[in-house]
């Protein structure tokens, strides 16, 4: 049960959006931006990936497998592969560009001053444009606050990583940014 009455049994930041539509349209619209819009060179899984990464590092359960079953979705990938990543990328099955992405977003998770000029030199040597990297440090920064925003009010999640995997094509369907779509 959640820290405040939700008047809604929905989990996760579901159930925060269906409470304060007023705060969830403008959330959604970030997220469809960050994560879904077409004016990126990063791909959705890419950026899914960076989502969950830094989610899983917030240790938010809801957040890191929603966002983990839809990278697994678009990456053509099982949870275990995103277990993998989530756990340590170092060894994992991405590029090279993407572990130094991965890399400087868990300095923004950290603190935004634990990004430093090599932490940029590395991912640009690894191929990673400006935008990307911009994105990756904007992603980061939001997911921090969407696991913030889930966490601190003591939302619930499903325990069964299925309900996330089943929900995934769905969500990747129909993006975040129709409110109605929560229900």
């Not at 497998?65 to 839809?70: E, K, M, R, S």
């Not at 939302?155 to 069964?160: F, G, L, R, S, V």
Request: hydrophobic share 40%; proline share 3%.
């Amino acid at each position: 049960m959640a820290h405040i009455d939700l008047q809604n049994d929905l989990p996760g930041i579901r159930g925060l959006m269906q409470y304060s539509p007023g705060t969830a349209k403008p959330l959604n619209a970030l997220a469809e931006i960050l994560l879904r819009s077409d004016d990126n060179t990063l791909s959705r899984g890419e950026r899914e990936l960076i989502g969950t990464y830094v989610s899983a590092l917030n240790d938010c359960f809801f957040c890191q497998h929603v966002h983990g079953a839809l990278a697994g979705h678009y990456l053509h990938c099982d949870m275990e592969t995103i277990d993998q990543i989530k756990t340590d990328y170092n060894h994992a099955a991405v590029t090279d560009k993407m572990k130094s992405l991965l890399a400087i977003a868990a300095k923004v998770q950290q603190s935004g001053k634990a990004v430093n000029a090599s932490d940029i030199a590395s991912a640009k040597a690894q191929g990673a444009t400006e935008k990307e990297i911009h994105d990756t440090v904007l992603i980061a920064a939001a997911f921090c606050m969407f696991n913030r925003y889930v966490d601190g009010l003591g939302t619930t999640a499903p325990a069964d990583r299925q309900f996330y995997t089943d929900r995934a094509p769905r969500r990747a369907a129909e993006g975040y940014i129709d409110f109605n779509i929560l229900n």
